[in-house]
């Protein structure tokens, strides 16, 4: 199998796309380390990921702050050895806009674990990717380089955009020690996100897609495990969309 004994970290890992994600690095033979906030909800993946005969570890740790980000590299580190691909997944959004004065403890709380929790994960992983010649995969969306579809929106859209920029950075700095990063920028998705960031109204999606459909947390997945595979040895720093045509609209 393409990852067999291998180490993947996935952050927001209790749902979605993490969740899915988890799930198919686990059939591939990877060691699965599956971090959030739902112990509940991690258990369930867990076992999931433990019917395909590998070791998963769970670690509930709320990123975006520092001491338990730390933690849970250190954990990762403590029971495998060694980290080979490091997927920044999790992600949630707050309304806030500008007129109704709630613009900043929206930015503030969004930042925190979109942006700030991935950018510190790198730099807590980084050594321990350049020792394996691995590789990270951001979870953005092409919200981030597309004017927001609602002004709630706004807050979310300024993390995935800057998501993306640090991204090219960070494939620029650590190329020169053989580790790639790329982003996967989905367009809607069949999650619970809406639900867990506490958003309505955005409930018929494929309505905005030129395909006239949405994708499933499997497909985002498929192509995470394949930037994360040696068949994108030569990609680094690229955005790889799947939104059925979002964009197109």
Do not use: W
Not at 13 to 40: D, L, P, Q
Not at 86 to 104: C, E, H, R, W
Not at 149 to 158: D, F, M, N
């Amino acid at each position: 199998m393409a990852f067999a004994d291998k180490v993947v970290f996935i952050s927001g890992a209790s749902s979605g796309i993490g969740a899915a994600t988890a799930i198919e690095f686990a059939k591939e033979g990877a060691n699965v380390v599956i971090n959030g906030r739902n112990e509940t909800k991690l258990k369930n993946i867990y076992q999931k990921c433990e019917e395909y005969g590998k070791k998963t570890l769970i670690v509930k740790a709320d990123i975006s702050k520092d001491e338990e980000a730390k933690r849970a590299i250190e954990e990762t580190i403590k029971q495998f050895g060694r980290l080979d691909v490091l997927v920044n997944n999790a992600g949630f959004s707050k309304s806030g806009t500008i007129l109704d004065g709630n613009l900043m403890s929206s930015y503030d709380a969004v930042i925190a674990t979109n942006l700030r929790a991935a950018m510190h994960l790198t730099a807590l992983s980084a050594p321990h990717l350049i020792k394996t010649k691995g590789n990270i995969i951001n979870v953005s969306s092409v919200l981030g380089s597309l004017m927001p579809i609602s002004p709630i929106l706004t807050s979310y859209c300024v993390s995935k955009a800057g998501l993306d920029h640090f991204t090219r950075c960070a494939a620029s700095e650590l190329s020169e020690f053989g580790v790639r990063v790329n982003i996967v920028s989905p367009g809607p998705v069949v999650t619970d996100f809406q639900e867990n960031s506490g958003l309505v109204g955005f409930t018929d999606q494929s309505v905005l897609t030129a395909l006239k459909r949405v994708s499933g947390s499997e497909e985002i997945a498929d192509l995470i495990l394949f930037l994360a595979s040696d068949k994108a040895k030569g990609i680094t720093g690229s955005n790889y969309v799947c939104d059925n045509g979002f964009l197109l609209k």
